[in-house]
């Protein structure tokens, strides 16, 4: 055969999307003087003192395994860190493991938990890698809209209604990536009950929890019954701007952390040491550099937002995360064609909805994690580019 | 600390209307706030943060610790503030510990600071001893790295 090996791929990653959205990544790659508003990590550098931590770590000597869970210190940690932030209490010798990011830690509890045929709710638009990962553990993803009436919080009709016998798993990310949609406590609890009625696990991806901006963060494990049937999934990478020493943890019960652990123990081994002693760092003393980082992004947040109304493109201000949302549907263009012709046009990069599934149709994702002075020429030459495309229209 | 404070400190160059946009402000109000700033001697001044190194060749700086005799009224102050009048001084701080005045001074060349030392410093009436130590090479800049390489070209224009 000299199809170069293409018919060794297997058939469930064979069926992955790949879609147009990464054409339009490489395109902005080659155009360096661009302004980009797509990118999906923080603009900050990790404060010094958890750099200097990793540094110290690697000086003393620290170059070994860990624990498959993750060293104890850590786990101890973390333990107190959910207790104080989120009100869920985890044993750190049993409950906390840590992995390469949130990114393996929800890969590794899909596989932990998920049957051939299993089936798995989530809310759409999301982080792109949900669906694939549902599909790589040979499960079947059935996503539940959100909208920007909702300001992009899930409405827990939809997700009953959504509902079909063999679902296993709902899995919830807020604040969101793509939307900074976030849920209030009642319609968290409305969900809880469905969980508990229809004996589902949640899978929930809380890495944006800290950049929460109004209101408090509630995580859907502390509601009364809920722990037992929460995998609770946090990381470094956004409030910490960790993003490269990959880093995240799992909380749950005992035995879907030790379900986890064979999956992890087998693939992974563990996370790296040194990005494992940068974490203990930012737990202990980065409360306040995350504070400082927070008040940028909520200034930013306010500043893009009102740019894009004033643009004349609707946009909610999202409740968390350093994303802007805005609806394109203004233009009459898709997403893509709209991302494209702003990028020839005008040189501002922005993400199609579409990369976050279907359901971000009419909508592209700003990020606001750079500084004022990008956001305010980005907003501006996007301002242009939508009044060029009302007088053609 | 006022808002617009904040954001000067923030140290991005934004015009008035900028800072209006990133605020949510009239420009007349920024310009009322800037305006009491500087009338209550909040906001001093507007000069900007420099790699000397790079700006200016030959300009050399030097702090000077300087031992005065305290007055009977108003201790260090009417000394201090004498001193602090020459252009030479950038800043000047009353200290505690083993000396009195910490002087921050400038100069074209080493000369030209020696020269203010001894000939301005050094003679005005009241100042006791004084020690000069020359700067040797600038690290970090009120809050910028000078020498640590920026390189953000690793990170991806667009990442999901
Ligand atoms: C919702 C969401 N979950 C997980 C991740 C991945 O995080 P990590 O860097 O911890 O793997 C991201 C990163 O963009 C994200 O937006």
């Not at chain 1, 990590?41 to 993750?70: C, M, Q």
């Not at chain 2, 030097?62 to 260090?76: M, Q």
Request: proline residues 5%; glycine residues 8%.
């Amino acid at each position: 055969m000299s199809d170069n090996g293409q018919h060794f791929v297997a058939d469930h990653v064979k069926g992955l999307p790949r879609s147009g959205i990464r054409d339009f990544f490489a395109i902005v790659a080659a155009m360096p003087q661009a302004i980009s508003l797509g990118i999906g990590e923080p603009d900050f550098v990790t404060p010094w003192h958890i750099r200097e931590a990793a540094i110290f770590a690697l000086e003393k000597g620290k170059t070994s395994y860990t624990d498959n869970l993750g060293l104890i210190r850590l786990r101890r940690e973390i333990s107190s860190y959910v207790e104080d932030n989120f009100g869920v209490s985890y044993h750190p010798e049993t409950d906390v493991l840590v992995a390469v990011g949130v990114s393996e830690a929800l890969d590794i509890a899909l596989r932990a938990v998920l049957n051939p045929g299993d089936k798995v709710l989530y809310h759409e638009p999301c982080y792109v890698s949900y669906s694939p990962s549902i599909v790589l553990a040979h499960a079947q993803p059935i996503a539940v809209g959100t909208s920007a009436e909702d300001q992009f919080g899930i409405d827990p009709e939809r997700v009953e209604a959504a509902w079909e016998p063999g679902c296993k798993v709902l899995m919830l990310n807020f604040p969101t990536n793509p939307t900074g949609g976030v849920t209030e406590r009642a319609k968290l609890e409305r969900l809880a009950k469905f969980a508990i009625e229809k004996d589902l696990l949640v899978i929930s991806d809380e890495i944006y929890s800290e950049l929460t901006f109004e209101g408090e963060h509630t995580s859907i494990a502390s509601l009364p019954g809920m722990q037992e049937r929460t995998i609770f999934l946090h990381g470094f990478s956004k409030a910490f701007a960790m993003t490269g020493f990959r880093i995240g943890y799992a909380c749950g019960p005992q035995p879907l952390i030790e379900a986890m652990m064979k999956v992890h123990q087998y693939s992974m081994l563990c996370a790296p040491i040194l990005s494992q002693e940068a974490a203990i760092e930012a737990l202990r003393h980065g409360a306040p550099a995350v504070a400082k980082m927070k008040e940028q992004y909520h200034r930013r947040r306010d500043l893009i937002v009102r740019r894009f109304n004033e643009a004349g493109l609707n946009c909610h201000s999202p409740k968390g995360s350093f994303y802007a949302f805005p609806s394109i549907q203004s233009t009459g263009l898709d997403s893509l064609t709209f991302c494209k012709g702003l990028l020839d046009q005008q040189e501002v990069a922005v993400v199609p909805g579409t990369a976050f599934g279907p359901s971000g149709a009419g909508f592209v994702r700003a990020s606001f994690s750079t500084s004022y002075e990008r956001i305010l020429e980005a907003t501006d030459r996007i301002e242009r580019y939508v009044e060029k495309l009302s007088k053609k229209a | 600390m006022s808002s617009v404070l904040q954001l000067l400190l923030e140290g991005e160059r934004l015009d008035t209307a900028q800072m209006a946009q990133v605020l949510g402000m009239s420009e007349s109000e920024i310009e009322a706030e800037l305006t009491r700033l500087k009338a209550e001697e909040i906001l001093l001044g507007w000069r900007p943060v420099i790699n000397a190194d790079r700006a200016q060749e030959g300009n050399v700086r030097a702090v000077i610790e300087v031992k005065i005799s305290p007055e009977r009224d108003g201790g260090f102050d009417r000394l201090a503030t004498r001193i602090a009048r020459f252009d030479a001084v950038e800043s000047c701080f009353l200290m505690s510990g083993a000396y009195d005045l910490l002087v921050f001074a400038v100069g074209n060349d080493l000369r030209d600071v020696a020269s203010f030392v001894s000939e301005r410093l050094s003679t005005v009436e009241g100042v006791l001893s004084t020690a000069t130590h020359f700067m040797l090479r600038a690290y970090k800049e009120q809050g910028y790295l000078l020498l640590a390489p920026s390189d953000g070209e690793d990170k991806p224009a667009v990442s999901p």
